[in-house]
C-alpha cells in the first residue's frame, strides 16, 4: 500500500486499502461486524440520512451536496495515493454514463492535497464531479459514519437521500450491479432501505465466497 505525502497525519487514522470488498452493514444493527485485516474499525453509526456538507470542486466553486437532492447519490471518498482508488474511476465512469438517465448520480470526495487531485484529473478522465477537501473533506467522511475504515469507501443513497449502504473497499461491478439494482427497486416502491440492507449484504456474501473460491 502507497503511504500517503509528507504532512498528511491528518488522514493516517483513516487510510487502510487492504480493507477492501466488504459492506458495513453492521453500522445499522444487521449482523455483528466483521473481522477486518490490519485496520481498525470505528465505534460509529451510518446515518439514515445523507448528512450535508460542502466542498469546493476542481473549479473552486464551492458545491454543496444538496445541489443532487432527488437524485440517488454514489458519493466516493478517494486519494490520488491510495492504488485501488485509482482503479475504480473507470468503474465510476461507466456507472455515471450507463445510471444517470435513470436518476443516479456519481460524486467523487478526494481526501487529498488540491494540487496533488488537480494535477491527477489532468491526466486522468473522471465524468463525474469532484469535490476536495482535506479536514473539511475527512469531515464529511465522518459525518457519514466512516472514520478509520481506510480509503476508498462509497456510501449509496436512494432518491429521498436515505443512505441505502456503504460499501468499504474497491467498488468493482458485480458488487455495484447488485447495490444499485437495490437502490432502483427502493425508488420504484418496491422495498424500503431497512428491507433493501439483508439483501444486498446476503448478496454480496455470496460474491465474495465465489471469488474466495475461485481464488
Known amino acids: 500500500m502507497e503511504r500517503p505525502r509528507t504532512g498528511w497525519s491528518l488522514i493516517a487514522a483513516i487510510v ?3 480493507t ?21 474499525v470505528a465505534a460509529v453509526t451510518v446515518p439514515a440520512v445523507r448528512p450535508v456538507f460542502s466542498l ?8 454543496s451536496i444538496t445541489e443532487w437532492d432527488g437524485r440517488s447519490l454514489v458519493v466516493n471518498f478517494w486519494a490520488t495515493w491510495c ?3 485509482r482503479r475504480e474511476i473507470p468503474l465510476l465512469n461507466t456507472l455515471q454514463r450507463e445510471h444517470a438517465g435513470a436518476g ?13 487531485v488537480l494535477g491527477y484529473l489532468k491526466k486522468t478522465p473522471v465524468d463525474y464531479p469532484v469535490l ?22 462509497t456510501v449509496f443513497t436512494d432518491g429521498a437521500g436515505n443512505i441505502v449502504t456503504v460499501f468499504v473497499g474497491e467498488l468493482h461491478r458485480e458488487e455495484a450491479t447488485v447495490i ?10 418496491l422495498t424500503t432501505p431497512a428491507l433493501a440492507r439483508p439483501r444486498i449484504e446476503e448478496q454480496l456474501d455470496a460474491i465474495r465466497r465465489a471469488n474466495r473460491s475461485s481464488g
Do not use: M, W
Not at 20 to 40: D, E, K
Open 104 to 116: 443516479f448520480q456519481v460524486i467523487g470526495v478526494a481526501v487529498d492535497l488540491r494540487e496533488s
Open 56 to 63: 469546493g470542486d476542481a473549479t473552486g466553486k464551492v458545491r
Open 132 to 153: 476536495i477537501g482535506e479536514q473539511d473533506a475527512l469531515d464529511a467522511a465522518k459525518a457519514f459514519g466512516v472514520a478509520t475504515t481506510g480509503f476508498p469507501f
Open 180 to 189: 444499485l439494482r437495490a437502490v432502483t427497486d427502493i425508488n420504484a416502491g
Open 20 to 40: 477492501l470488498g466488504f459492506l458495513v452493514s453492521y453500522h445499522f444493527g444487521t449482523r455483528a461486524p466483521p473481522t477486518l485485516p490490519a485496520t481498525p
Open 16 to 18: 487502510g486499502a487492504a
Open 83 to 85: 492504488p485501488p482508488c
